[in-house]
């Protein structure tokens, strides 16, 4: 059974910092491309940063150099780095690993206000 359990969330102050983990099970984590997407409400969920199996990362233009994504195979768990947060970054974020199939994680809310 695939499992994507994100943790890291909460409520933090606008210019502050959040690192947000997803720790996978039941797939061959090296192998899957692993991602981090959000959806505001009443918005469309998003991709925000991906790393393929090799460890190349793209992100969504209008977070670069703000948000970072990394992973570390041995212990199968995906980062985000968040920086410099802003209110318009309030969403919950999903995991995503992705390969010949797709799963995602339950999200965890990201709150970002004064």
């Known amino acids: 059974q695939v499992q994507l359990v994100e943790s890291g969330g909460g409520l933090v102050q606008p210019g502050g910092s959040l690192r947000l983990s997803c720790a996978a099970s039941g797939i061959i984590f090296s192998a899957f491309s692993m991602g981090w997407f959000r959806q505001a409400p009443g918005k469309q969920r998003e991709l925000v940063a991906r790393i393929t199996s090799s460890g190349s990362t793209n992100y969504v233009d209008s977070l670069k150099g703000r948000f970072t994504i990394s992973r570390d195979n041995a212990k199968n768990t995906v980062y985000l780095e968040m920086n410099n947060l802003k209110p318009e970054d309030t969403a919950v974020y999903y995991c995503?690993?992705?390969?010949?199939?797709?799963?995602w994680g339950q999200g965890t809310q990201v709150t970002v206000s004064s």
């Open positions: 995503n690993a992705a390969r010949l199939q797709s799963y």
